[in-house]
Each structure stands twice: as C-alpha cells, then as structure tokens.
C-alpha cells in the first residue's frame, strides 16, 4: 500500500530531523554553558500513513496527500519532556526564534489545564523549506505539531491514554476523579521542584 504523503514522505522525514536537530543542538549548548539539560528526552516522527489515514476517515475528510499535508498539521510530531516547568518555556522561546518558522497556534495547558487534569504545552508551527510543497510552492511550508511537558506530565499523560480507552469500565465517576486528583498532585510536586530548583539557583 502507498504511503498517503506520496512523494512528500521523505521531504517529512527531512524536515523532522532538521527541527529535531536544533533542538538537540540548543540543549548541548545549554548543558555546556550551565552543566543542566533543558530537557530530559525528546520523540520525533513522522506519522504513519495508517495513522493518518484512520484520522482523515474519523474527521470526514478525504484520504489524500493534500489532506494529510495541508488540512492536518501534524503529520510531523515532536515531543519534548523536561524535568522542570522553566525549561518548558525556555525551549518554547528558543523554538520561536526559528527564522523559517511561524506559529499558527499555540494552546498552553500548563497555565490553564484541561478539566480532566491534563498539562502540555502545544504548539502548531508552519515551516518554510527548501523542498516544494503539495501545492507546488518553492520553497515549500509544512506543519510541524510540538508538545512539551514534564517528566510527570508525560507520566500522567501516558496513563491517562491507557486508561480511557479501557471499555465497561465500572465507577467511571471515581476513576475520572481519581486521575484529575493525581494531576493536580503532580502539578504541585512540578511547583515545588521548580520552586526547589530556583532557590538553589539563586544561593
């Protein structure tokens, strides 16, 4: 089966690796100039076509390369996991200094968390390239989707996603209670940390 980027699939993995790359970068310099990594881990991909073609037959949109590429912005993901809610922004401030880039949409759920617990930071940027795009311009754009978190952001996150999809699940009230009180208590250990870090800082 053809892949549904057609022959953009690799002008996606490029362009993955180019951002990832950066960001890789920027975190060696920091570690060099400070001795602390700005982030912990970081998960780039590209995708999958049945990933994106099972979500173009979910939001009722034809299973396309132009679809894919211009109406859905994240056939190219990064997630970037810190240990710290400062390190979040820093990286947040570094990736919007990109020349190439320009942010569409930016959605942060770490002041302003979803109603079930949920913390993230997203960010939806559109990239200017070298490589022609699916509408024939050159130099081309193509959406990249960024998330950044904690490290017990993500633990949550994870879980989260794990449970919900749990079918005939009996004290679902409970359950969904539960999670929201485990999010906000790991929203507060963020706080302390944070708090605990600045204050070694500035000794």
Known sequence: MSSIYGEYDKILEIIKNEIQNRIINYTNQEYQKTGMKIYEHLIARVKTSESMCEKCRRKGF???????????????????????????????????????????EEKDYIKHAKSNGYRSYHMILEIETAYPDIQGNS??????????????????????HKLKYKKHIENQELIVSELKRCADELAACDVSMQTIRTLIQNS
């Open 62 to 104: 034809p299973e396309t390369p132009e679809t894919a590429l211009k109406i859905m912005r994240d056939s190219i993901g990064i997630r970037i996991v810190c240990s710290f809610i400062d390190d979040i922004y820093a990286n947040i401030n570094y990736i919007k200094s990109f020349p190439d880039c320009r942010v569409l």
């Open 139 to 160: 130099p081309g754009k193509y959406f990249v989707e960024i998330q950044l978190r904690t490290i017990a952001m993500d633990s949550w996150a994870s879980l989260e």
